[in-house]
């Protein structure tokens, strides 16, 4: 049972959603490894060890968990000038890296337009590891609803010789109202306008929509992938700080 530091008791689950701050992934990750129990604010361990040991894992948690899974009320200028500093440091590097990644796979894969790849980076790209891969599933799944509905679209409308002002209106209209009750799917209303007003001559709708999709799914892909190697090696760090304090590797062993 893990309590949050900033208060208010609750068993942790990476699907549920907290009014209050829960623990990060890599703090409730990290309790799970060293045997932690936050009570009452308070942290509880069952490693063996000197206080020293304990004061570490209280600080080392809660540090983690503010800068893994900020509270909607709080924001990085709301830390200590040292935490700030840290936090500030991992967002830049974690937005650099996807950006950068994203588009440079695109180039590879000769993808038509790989900016939309280097956006998708971004918008995907979260604080913590569970919200940026809830962001990835809804991004990919959204992406292509969009894309073959406004394929369909498109298809179903061509021998009605229709203006494109005309079939953009139709399809995003369609679109609109079957993801109106998934507001996580929405993406799939500007993906349609996107498909439809990106066409190249020459390029068949099911070809750009391809494309479209292509490019979005590989940025966001890309950041759930920096997100996880942030995961691991912020876990690493954890676990490397603790066994110098000597805590062991953090798994419970001396």
Same mark, same amino acid.
């Given at each position: ?28 990750? &990290? ?7 936050? *009570? ?7 490693? @063996? ?8 894992? $209280? ?15 709080? @924001? ?15 967002? #830049?590097?974690?937005?650099? $890296?996807? &950006? /950068? ?5 695109? +180039? ?15 918008? /995907? ?8 891969? &809830?962001?990835?599933?809804?991004? $990919? ?29 139709? #399809? ?5 109202? +079957? ?35 292509? *490019?979005?799914? +590989?940025? @966001? #892909? #890309? ?5 996880? +190697? ?20 953090? /798994?419970?062993?001396?």
């Amino acid at each position: 049972m893990l309590m949050s530091p900033i208060g208010g008791a609750t068993r942790w689950s990476p699907r549920r959603k907290y009014e209050t701050a829960p623990p990060g992934p890599i703090a409730a990750r &990290a309790a799970q490894l060293l045997g932690i129990e936050f *009570e009452n604010g308070s942290a509880r361990t069952g490693l @063996s060890g000197a206080s020293s040991i304990n004061a570490f894992c $209280v600080k080392a948690m809660r540090r983690y968990q503010m800068m893994s899974h900020l509270p909607s009320a709080h @924001s990085i200028v709301s830390l200590r000038r040292r935490d700030r500093g840290l936090a500030m440091l991992i967002c #830049v590097v974690r937005s650099a $890296v996807s &950006a /950068t990644f994203a588009y440079g796979g695109a +180039l590879t894969l000769q993808l038509h337009q790989p900016l939309w790849a280097s956006v998708s980076a971004l918008i /995907t790209t979260k604080d913590s590891f569970g919200d940026t891969f &809830a962001e990835c599933r809804s991004r $990919v799944i959204g992406t292509a609803v969009g894309t073959i509905l406004a394929i369909i679209g498109v298809s179903l409308l061509s021998p009605f010789r229709l203006s494109d002002i005309a079939e953009l209106a139709i #399809v995003t209209a369609i679109v609109a109202a +079957l993801v109106s009750n998934r507001p996580q799917w929405r993406v799939g209303i500007w993906t349609a306008a996107i498909t439809l007003l990106s066409r190249q001559p020459g390029m068949d709708i099911w070809q750009n929509g391809l494309a479209r999709f292509s *490019e979005v799914a +590989l940025g @966001s #892909v #890309v950041a759930t992938g920096v997100a996880t +190697l942030e995961l691991s090696l912020l876990e690493r760090l954890f676990r490397r700080g603790f066994a110098r304090r000597g805590g062991g590797d953090g /798994t419970g062993r001396q």
